[in-house]
C-alpha cells in the first residue's frame, strides 16, 4: 500500500510530539484517538479530518490553524495570517499564558498597521505641486522659548 501526500501533516505531528516528548501512546491517549490510528497518519498512510487534527493539536497545545496548514485545508493566504501565531504556539519555552499576550500583541500591530495602511490610502496627491493633500490636521510644534543652547 502506498503512502497517501498528506501536505506533512504527518511528519509535521511526528516533529511536534517527539518535541513535546510525548510517545505516540501518549499523543493518542491525550488526543483520543487509536495508538494505531495515530501512527498511520505520522507515517502518511491516513489522512485526519479537521476534528481529529484539532483534537491533536490540543494534546500537543499548539493551534488547530498549524495543523490545518500542514494538511493543506487553508489557502496560502490564510497560512500567512497564521505563521506567527501558529510559531509562538508551538514554543515549548513559554506557557500558555504568555502564548495567548504575545498573540493578542501581534494581533494589535496588524489592526493598528492595517488602519495605518487605510489612512495612508485615504490621502490624496495634489496633482499641480506633487505634495500630499492629508484628511486632518497637520500637528504644529510648539517653540517652548528656550533658546539656550550650550
Known amino acids: 500500500m502506498g503512502a497517501l501526500k498528506v501536505g506533512g501533516v504527518g511528519e509535521f505531528l511526528r516533529e511536534q510530539r517527539r518535541s513535546a516528548q510525548l510517545s505516540l501512546r501518549q499523543l493518542a491517549d491525550a488526543a483520543g484517538v487509536s495508538n494505531p490510528y495515530l501512527s498511520q497518519i505520522e507515517r502518511g498512510l491516513r489522512k485526519p479530518s ?29 497560512r500567512d495570517e497564521l505563521e506567527v501565531p501558529a510559531a509562538i504556539m ?20 496588524r489592526k493598528e498597521n492595517a488602519a495605518a495602511d487605510e489612512a495612508q490610502d485615504g490621502q490624496t496627491t495634489d496633482a499641480d505641486t506633487g505634495t500630499e493633500a492629508h484628511a486632518g490636521p497637520v500637528p504644529v510644534r510648539e517653540e517652548t522659548g528656550n533658546d539656550d543652547h550650550r
Do not use: C, H, W
Not at 51 to 74: D, F, H, P, W
Open 50 to 78: 479537521a476534528e481529529i487534527l484539532q483534537q491533536l493539536a490540543k494534546a500537543l497545545r499548539i493551534s488547530a490553524e498549524t495543523l490545518y496548514v500542514q494538511a493543506g485545508m487553508l489557502d496560502a493566504r490564510e
Open 90 to 109: 508551538a514554543d515549548p519555552s513559554i506557557n500558555e499564558r504568555q502564548k495567548q499576550v504575545l498573540i493578542q500583541i501581534y494581533e494589535s500591530f
